[in-house]
């Protein structure tokens, strides 16, 4: 890891989780897979053939997804899911933010980060819709997933202004339906 080879340092550690799954270090080889995720997912190259740079954040994701699966109730899974969703969320892959949003809530929904995973679901889904000329099912998908989100932490909703952004939400499903009569 130190010296920048991230795929083999996580390799190291997934053979060695491999062959002690209960074993003492467990938690420091999730540590260290961890780290070698964030750091492809921050930009970090995957060196192949020994000199061959290439993209990882695929990787990164999937190093993700196997701390998940060897640890599913740990704190480290839970900040394995939210790493994933937030940096779909980043890359405006809104559908698969959506979807990571959802799993991190199935999963943990009585955590503290509950409310903030929910938030970014409802606003991804709404970032989905391309606009009047498209489907507007990401419009009406966001309107129910802020709604319950009002429902659930209405603190938070008010702090959020989710009110105007219902609103707001209305008014374009206003302007589709317009559209449609005139055309």
């Not at 109730?73 to 939210?82: C, D, G, P």
């Not at 932490?153 to 339906?177: G, M």
């Amino acid at each position: 890891f130190a010296r920048g080879r991230y795929f083999q340092a996580f390799e190291w550690s997934e053979k060695q989780i491999n062959a002690f799954p209960t074993g003492p270090y467990l938690e420091r080889a999730l540590q260290r897979e961890f780290k070698v995720a964030e750091a492809f997912l921050a930009g970090k190259k995957r060196i192949i053939m020994g000199f061959l740079p290439v993209s990882a954040r695929d990787d990164g994701i999937e190093i993700l997804n196997r701390i998940v699966d060897h640890a599913p109730a740990s704190e480290l899974a839970e900040q394995s899911m939210m790493k994933i969703a937030d940096y779909q969320f980043q890359a405006r892959a809104w559908d698969d933010a959506v979807g990571a949003y959802d799993r991190y809530l199935q999963s943990f929904s009585r955590t503290e980060r509950a409310p903030y995973a929910m938030l970014q679901s409802a606003r991804a889904s709404f970032n989905s819709y391309r606009g009047s000329k498209y489907d507007e099912t990401p419009l009406l998908e966001s309107q129910q997933r802020y709604r319950m989100f009002a429902e659930q932490f209405p603190i938070q909703a008010d702090r959020e202004n989710v009110a105007s952004t219902l609103e707001h939400i209305r008014q374009l499903r206003a302007q589709k339906c317009y559209e449609t009569a005139q055309f």
